[in-house]
Each structure stands twice: as C-alpha cells, then as structure tokens.
C-alpha cells in the first residue's frame, strides 16, 4: 500500500484542501463476486490511499436524478433547450464546463446560459476533459498524464474544474464528471497512473465541498477503478458514469460494476453515441445517457 501524505499534494490542491473541511462517501461494500476477484487479479496494482478530512461525508448537500439524459459537444441554444424540454424525453444534459482537452468550443457556455437552462428544468451533468492516459491513442487529445505525478496532476485539475464550476454559479455539492477516454487495457503502469490521477482528483474536489465523478469506457478506466477500489485505493469517485454504446437505457453496470459498488444511485451509462434528434423543430447531434446518479446545485 502506498499512503501519499499532503506533501505529494500540488499547491493549487492544498489550497482547496485547506479551505474546506468536508468528506464524501466512498462506494458500497467489499463483498466481491467471482467475476469481480477475477476483474482485480487481471489488472492488480498496489493500492494508493490519499489522506481525507475526518468531518462527516454525510454533511455535503447532493441532488439526484433518475431518468433520460443526452450530451453534445457543445451547450446548445437556448430556443434548442427550451424545445428539447417540452418535447424530448430528456431530463439532463452533460455540459462540458472545463478542460484543455474538451472537443468543442463553448461559446453560449456562461452563468447566464446555465441559469436560464436550470429555470427551464433541466438538470446539468458539468464534466471536464483534461490530462488523458498516458497510453491513449487519441490523437485530437494529446496531452497525457505523468504517472510519476499523476495524483498531483489530478489535484490540479480538480482545482481547476471547481473555479469553472463557480464561475458558473454551481456550488458546492455539485459534482463534476472526469472525461477519462478509452484506452488499451493490460500496462499496469498506465492503470496505476490514471488510478492515482483520480485520486488526486477526488480528494481535492472533497475538500473543497464537491462531488467527484468520473467517466471512461467500462473495458479501461472503469474496470481500471472498480479493481483499484477492490485492492483498497481510496478516496474514490463518487459517482461512474460509464460508457458502453449498448442501446440499453439502464444502469445495471454491466457486470464490470458489481452490485456493492457505485449502486446507491451513483450511476450514469452513456449507451449510445453521437446521433442527430429533433425535438419540437430543433435538431441536436447527442450522445443518449441514462442516470441514477449525480447532478448540479445551483449557488
């Protein structure tokens, strides 16, 4: 086991850190089916605990969603929104709200755009691009994590993903998502970074009073996590948000997520790709979500 103490913690981190007191909860139980010991003895790497406040996890606020949920690119159009929310079967939308790697330009993406969408009734699903793995193939997203600074990395991120989320006028008991894309299975060296870059990240959005959530492919980072989580890693992400272009609107994990973790409504699944739909005359390219999990608060 590897215990990083808050020395390993970036300035921008310890900052956040210090400012706040609050802890989250981490995920279910430790009884592991057959399927899941044999998930963690294919990807096993040592454990990396990270310190945490001691106040009660139960103190941050959290709001819940159940239902549809779609995200695009880029924040849409206000008329686009309120058409998609008197004809569409969508309750949620993800938003891309930080990151130097994010797809899409976010011009219409400003406090006014998120209030007026959240007075509408949507719920938002705020996510950041950042660092990707170290072995990602992905060439429209070239910057990687060091595993050698991989939790610092992480705090630092997550500092940055909290300021956007003020800017935007979310606030604390807010989640936001980690945009973790694919990547080969199988380098334990690559697994360990991305792991402990969640970490890093988690701990630092606990202590500055928000919800960690992340998202990856089920065959690489989420199976990457639950493994990490079964060999003792901690903090982890509140929240999964997993991708596997099914045509399944459920939250069922797949048998990659076992029944005892991330099952208390900490779920999203991404279960089809970019498509274009129209609703009420506006068309939009999305991604279809189905949630049980974590969305924004307002401030």
């Keep these: 086991m590897r ?31 057959a399927q899941a010991v044999a998930a963690v003895s294919r990807r096993a790497v040592p454990p990396t605990v990270l310190p945490e406040s001691t106040r009660r996890r139960e103190e941050l606020p959290k709001r819940h969603f159940v239902g549809a949920g779609f995200d695009a690119c880029t924040a849409p159009p206000l008329e686009s929104m309120q058409a998609w929310r008197t004809a569409s079967p969508y309750g949620a939308v993800g938003i891309y709200t930080s990151g130097s790697q994010r797809g899409c330009d976010q011009p219409r993406l400003t406090a006014d755009w998120v209030g007026r969408v959240r007075a509408m009734g949507w719920e938002l699903v705020p996510t950041h691009v950042g660092l990707q793995a170290p072995c990602a193939e992905l060439r429209n997203k070239p910057r990687r994590i060091d595993p050698a600074r991989a939790v610092q990395q992480g705090g630092d991120e997550a500092a940055e993903a909290v300021l956007n989320l003020q ?53 690489s980072g ?3 996590l639950v493994a990490a989580a079964r060999a003792g890693s901690s903090p982890m992400p509140d929240v999964i948000w997993y991708a596997r272009w099914d045509g399944r609107a459920v939250t069922d994990g797949l048998g990659v997520l076992p029944d005892d973790m991330w099952a208390r409504r900490q779920r999203i699944h991404q279960y089809r790709g970019g498509a274009d739909e129209t609703y009420g005359g506006a068309t939009l390219n999305v ?13």
């Design 3 to 33: 215990y990083l103490g808050p020395a390993a913690l970036s300035a921008a981190s310890l900052v956040l850190l210090l400012a706040t007191d609050r802890n989250l909860p981490l995920p279910g139980g430790r009884m592991a089916d």
């Design 167 to 219: 800017a935007l006028g979310l606030g604390q008991g807010s989640p936001v998502y980690l945009d973790m894309e694919a990547y080969p299975p199988g380098d334990q060296t690559c697994s360990q970074a991305v792991v402990d870059f969640t970490l890093g990240w988690t701990q630092t959005l606990h202590a500055a009073g928000y919800h960690s959530g992340f998202y990856s492919s089920v065959d």
């Design 222 to 224: 989420v199976a990457d």
């Design 287 to 299: 991604d279809r979500d189905q949630l049980d999990g974590l969305v924004a608060i307002g401030r």
